[in-house]
């Protein structure tokens, strides 16, 4: 048992837990926020993923003790207030999703990949390649593409609007 | 998961103490591996000692007409490093190819090579460039360091601090990756120093995990062309027969691979 400590969604928190704690099972048991989900428990599905220090990991394969310290953001944080985040919004308005039980994780791989390639520097097919560790059950893929690459192009217009 | 203690070490010589320490301890890199092991119960160290937060085994600097790379570098860190795009162009885009972006994001170089999962793509790179793993006891070459599926010459708590890799004049990496699992099926890695030689390292096929294509590497050394390479396969004796593929189309997924990356190289 340690005590972990860590900024979750821009507060800071801290609560005992077991070394064998997952960071999923701390974000989602100890800390009671369920967006973040787990699918498979394998490393395989990216229903889990959140973002560590500014990086999408998967929240499964990762304990809460290697978090601790970190900046750490769940689906819960992107939101501004009632405003979604333009990739939330982009999911919704393209149909980028069905059951949902995947979307949290596709949001946050897809909000990681727009930092990393920069606003506006994606394509349909760099999509696909950055989305090999999402899994999704219902879509067919095609309209979570579309979201991402609207989302995509539209946050590089507000970066322009905003110089 | 077992119960485990969980440790951050802050300098290599507080690993090796911790390590010391502990019962049945184990060191932790990205945990891409070791993590899932440890759910599914196959694995179940007392202690776990954090490497990745150690200074001086972090980062990635130009080494004479090479780089070298600390052993806790991401593969992320790798693949996005203008450093390693510019020296070794295919060390750079094999670390891009593996597994997906959130298994990049944590996993490390260090656990990679000392998991020696013979599907794993880092140890192609580092035969064929014939790299240095520098640990905390000694340096080991590349060839000797690899001695067998998820084998190596580590000792017990044995700690790998960086890789030092070689320029190479021309570099590539091609692999086939499982649909699912995006480890190698077959991989080639090749590399043509700075004296003409060539070497032709081969990952995913082979039972003893990566190995090298004499044969290829005298082709190529005479020709460096696609063609070269084309009528070459490894013995189907030797290489992995799974539920993903018979040892036959393995022999023959190398060729095809050497191929390509003699193509892109
Ligand atoms: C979904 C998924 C897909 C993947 N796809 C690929 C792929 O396509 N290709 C590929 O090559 N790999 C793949 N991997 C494996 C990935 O590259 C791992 O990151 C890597 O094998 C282990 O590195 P790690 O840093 O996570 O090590 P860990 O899991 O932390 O450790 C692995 C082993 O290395 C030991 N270790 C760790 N660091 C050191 C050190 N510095 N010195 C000595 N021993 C050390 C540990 O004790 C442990 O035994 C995949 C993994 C996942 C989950
Ligand atoms: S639940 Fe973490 S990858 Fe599937
Ligand atoms: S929307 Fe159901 S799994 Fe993706």
Known sequence: ?163 | MYETNYHRAGSIAEAAELMAKAEDGKLLGGGQTLLPTMKQRLAAPSDLVDVTKIGEMNGICEDGDGVAIGAATTHAEVAASDLVKQKIPGLASLAGGIGDPAVRHMGTLGGSIANNDPAADYPAALVALGAIVKTNKRDLAAEEFFSGMFETALDEDEIVMSVRFPGASASAYSKYPNPASRYAMAGVFVAKAGDGSVKVAVTGAGQDGVFRMPEMEAALASNFAPDAVAGIAPDADGLLSDIHGSAAYRANLVTVMAKRAVAAA
């Open chain 1, 1 to 163: 048992m340690s005590k972990v400590s860590m900024v979750l969604n821009g507060k800071s928190v801290s609560a005992d837990a077991e070394d064998r704690t997952l960071l999923v099972s701390f974000i989602r048991e100890v800390r009671g926020l369920t967006g973040t989900h787990v699918g498979c428990d394998t490393s395989q599905c990216g229903a889990c993923v959140v973002h560590v220090d500014g990086k999408a990991v998967k929240a499964c394969t990762m304990l809460a003790a290697q978090a601790d310290g970190a900046d750490v953001v769940t689906i819960e944080g992107l939101a501004d207030g009632t405003a979604l985040h333009p990739v939330q919004a982009a999911f919704r308005e393209h149909h980028g999703l069905q059951c949902g039980f995947c979307t949290p994780g596709m949001i946050m791989s897809a909000v990681d990949m727009i930092n990393r390639h920069g606003p506006g520097n994606l394509d349909e097919k760099t999509i696909r390649h950055e989305l090999e560790g999402n899994i999704c059950r219902c879509t067919g893929y095609h309209n979570i593409v579309k979201a991402i690459k609207a989302a995509s192009d539209q946050m590089a217009g507000m970066a322009q609007a905003a110089e």
